[in-house]
T-cell receptor, first 113, second 112 residues
């Protein structure tokens, strides 16, 4: 399976600021996904990042709040904009091809104060 | 609307015994189910999966059982080892390349 890295691994940010999270894969992948895991909660899909096209967002998530880039087949970024304490979560990217299995990066632990 | 549910937040098992983790789902369109294991400060790791056309899939110490009529699946770990201590997530999907719907997770503790 692909090796996936995320930067930063953790950050503490002030409310009202923005943070961009990077996801790098060591091989070309078709599908990249961004998930959020709020404290004590399950993993929830934010959006699917498609190379060369706009990201597809899930209900409850909007592009203005979570802009995503996918410039090539090995890299994607997720920005958390105008942060509030409710955005404190672990943000995870995952990759997959046209099968069911997805493989996850180590996650970015974000705390908003 | 929680489509995938893991009703046991935690489970404690003695080393060498069987661990049974349970998962229920409500969406009959799910056609593939997966189990992930997650250690603290790491991302989820894919463990084992099962297609809806099967009722059992085995991989070493790990076996997943699917009961479609009951919309229930379970993960059996035999024998359990202390290194198996982690949070286990059940996930489901309606289509290949599509999103995964996760349960809330069950924290397994295997005691020596």
């Amino acid at each position: 399976s692909a090796v996936i890295s995320q930067k930063p691994s953790r950050d503490i940010c002030q409310r009202g600021t923005s943070l961009t999270i990077q996801c790098q894969v060591d091989s070309q992948v078709t599908m990249m996904f961004w998930y959020r895991q709020q404290p004590g909660q399950s993993l929830t899909l934010i959006a699917t990042a498609n190379q060369g096209s706009e990201a597809t967002y899930e209900s409850g998530f909007v592009i203005d709040k979570f802009p995503i880039s996918r410039p090539n087949l090995t890299f994607s970024t997720l920005t958390v904009s105008n942060m509030s304490p409710e955005d404190s979560s672990i943000y995870l990217c995952s990759v997959g091809d046209w099968s069911y299995e997805q493989y996850f990066g180590p996650g970015t632990r974000l705390t908003v104060t | 609307d929680q489509q995938v549910k893991q009703n046991s937040p935690s489970l404690s098992v003695q080393e060498g015994r069987i661990s049974i983790l349970n998962c229920d789902y409500t969406n009959s369109m799910f056609d593939y189910f997966l189990w992930y294991k997650k250690y603290p400060a790491e991302g989820p790791t894919f463990l084992i999966s099962i297609s809806s056309i099967k009722d059992k899939n085995e991989d070493g110490r790990f076996t997943v059982f699917l009961n479609k009529s009951a919309k229930h699946l379970s993960l059996h770990i035999v024998p359990s080892q202390p290194g198996d201590s982690a949070v286990y997530f059940c996930a489901a999907s309606e289509n290949q390349g599509g999103k995964l719907i996760f349960g809330q997770g069950t924290e397994l503790s295997v005691k020596p």
